[in-house]
């Protein structure tokens, strides 16, 4: 949004009475970012909302100005990297003073957003932890969690030594905190939730099992890799199956992937960029959701099938309630919430699902195709992943941009800017994402109503010497646009020329544009319409 637009948005949330999804705070000199996460959570958690720096707390309000927080794409970083929640910032430079707006997204369904440990909302003015009956009713929004449950007969030798070391290592060094170095075995999977009255649940089985566990209790659990050198061939070139818990196979298996991953190179004057064909961040979130997200209670192993330029992730079971192929950016439902959250606190999940934003915007920058879900159904999740590298000037745009400037743009932000390089319209949840890419130069608008288009900026194109392309994408001047109309007028003076046919002549054009041009011509005495509706007909007059 432009400055004008965000100044007004500030003074209509200043109206708001302060509650549950509205904090307002002074903040003159500096902010704890302690108080501000708790402030995030609990905000999350009660649905989303607010947090505004620079304004007094008290109706009617008054902007007083901020000097928190100086280092905005650190502090947003920071908060994601601690909630696992994406949350946006606004700077606005108001005339009595800075003011921060923090956009906080509503918590995922069934999932409650942590900080240090509790589970925060909102009571009076300040942040309190939730109760256990609190908690137990966002655990139960999903419904039963399978992989929370215990299994007959288990015990905790089901459990490999060297799985739980990994988890103790990963969790201590995630939440930063030594003494989880010191837990002996049973205390430690105890407070990872991964026991029960003493028995594993099925989520340290699949996590954590031995091979001789997971096969007598859980053997769908199993994880397949196949490499082919070519798509169209029906024996593997390698096959690896991995029937144990996974964080005794996940190293071998990401390395079994990169061996095969080769490098594309790229090479234009100075610019160079060595890309690897499958991004290994990509892949990794790949794996993670499969792992987290698939339907343990239906038999079917997990595939990856990798080729030269392509790899297939299908999980068995279709995508969790409420989640589609078409909103699988903005809504995230966790299968088996007890997975996720052990995975989260090893650092190698974003508890609120970012994950899926993590595969798309690296793709994007990378300049490859997106994810795909095609063959998605309510059996099975089909992932596609393309390594190729689509637009190498694309690449040079997103270079041109720099690293900073990158990392301000959300993924909503990065999904227009992709389409609107592939000359492609962008879809009606990315639109309002527009105004904010032309405000920051680096797209333009063109065409009014219904033919408004938009394109990569003269700015941009120059970067990669391609202002030639930029005219084309352009269109032509006022002008020569009138020119193009009386000459295909002229040409069919024996038949004359509809309105259909002229639209075909400036199709970035809208229909009401090519009308006023046309009225312009006949204004100069240069063509007469005969007729009315749909048999008018224009003539050279």
Not at 101 to 109: A, G
Not at 224 to 239: A, C, G, H, N
Not at 370 to 389: A, C, I, Q, S, W
């Amino acid at each position: 949004m432009s400055q004008d637009a965000l100044i007004k948005e500030l003074h209509r949330l200043m109206k708001d009475e302060e509650n549950e999804r509205l904090e307002c705070k002074e903040a003159k000199g500096d902010y704890d970012f302690r108080s501000l996460a708790k402030y995030c959570a609990a905000i999350a958690n009660e649905g989303g909302g607010y947090v505004i720096l620079g304004v007094t707390d008290r109706l009617p309000r008054r902007v007083v100005g901020s000097n928190a927080f100086r280092d905005l794409n650190g502090t947003k970083a920071n908060l994601c990297r601690e909630l696992s929640l994406r949350i946006g910032v606004d700077e606005i430079e108001h005339a009595d003073g800075r003011v921060l707006v923090f956009r906080i997204p509503s918590r995922p369904r069934g999932m409650p957003v942590q900080y240090r440990g509790a589970y925060w909302m909102r009571a009076g003015d300040a942040p309190v932890g939730m109760n256990p009956q609190q908690l137990r009713a966002i655990f139960d929004e999903t419904g039963p969690d399978f992989s929370g449950e215990t299994y007959t007969g288990g015990d905790i030798t089901d459990l490999d030594r060297r799985a739980i070391d990994l988890l103790r290592d990963a969790w201590a060094k995630t939440s930063r905190n030594k003494a989880i170095l010191q837990l002996n075995d049973a205390q430690l999977l105890n407070d990872a939730e991964l026991l029960i009255d003493g028995y594993p649940c099925y989520a340290a089985l699949i996590l954590l099992g031995t091979k001789a566990a997971v096969r007598r209790h859980l053997p769908q659990a199993e994880i397949v890799f196949e490499y082919r050198l070519k798509e169209e061939s029906i024996p593997y070139d390698q096959r690896l199956e991995f029937t144990e818990g996974f964080f005794l196979f996940e190293q071998e298996l990401i390395a079994a992937i990169n061996s095969r991953n080769d490098v594309q190179y790229f090479q234009e004057g100075m610019f160079r960029r060595d890309i690897p064909t499958f991004s290994e961040s990509v892949v990794r979130e790949a794996l993670l959701n499969a792992v987290s997200h698939r339907d343990y209670r239906l038999g079917g192993s997990i595939f990856i099938r990798q080729f030269p330029r392509k790899m297939e992730i299908i999980s068995p079971g279709g995508l969790p309630q409420g989640v589609t192929v078409d909103n699988i950016m903005w809504s995230q439902t966790p299968r088996n919430r007890r997975i996720a959250e052990t995975l989260a606190r090893c650092g190698l999940v974003e508890r609120s699902g970012q994950g899926i934003d993590t595969m798309f915007s690296e793709s994007i920058k990378q300049g490859k195709a997106v994810p795909d879900f095609t063959g998605t159904n309510e059996h099975r999740v089909y992932l596609t992943m393309k390594g190729e590298v689509q637009n190498p000037h694309f690449l040079r745009f997103l270079e041109q941009l720099g690293e900073e400037r990158l990392e301000s743009f959300s993924i909503e932000d990065l999904m227009a800017l992709d389409l609107i390089a592939r000359g492609i319209a962008v879809s009606e949840p990315l639109k309002s994402r527009l105004p904010r890419l032309v405000d920051n130069g680096v797209v333009e608008r063109r065409g009014a109503g219904r033919g408004t288009h938009y394109i990569l900026s003269r700015e941009l194109y120059g970067y990669v010497g391609q202002k030639g392309k930029y005219t084309r994408e352009r269109g032509l001047d006022h002008e020569t646009n009138k020119a193009l109309l009386f000459q295909h007028i002229s040409e069919n003076r024996t038949e004359g020329s509809r309105l259909a046919e002229l639209n075909q002549v400036l199709p970035f054009l809208s229909r009401s544009a090519v009308q006023r041009l046309l009225q312009e011509l006949r204004g100069e005495g240069k063509i007469q319409c005969i007729g009315k509706t749909k048999g008018a007909r224009w003539y050279p007059a």
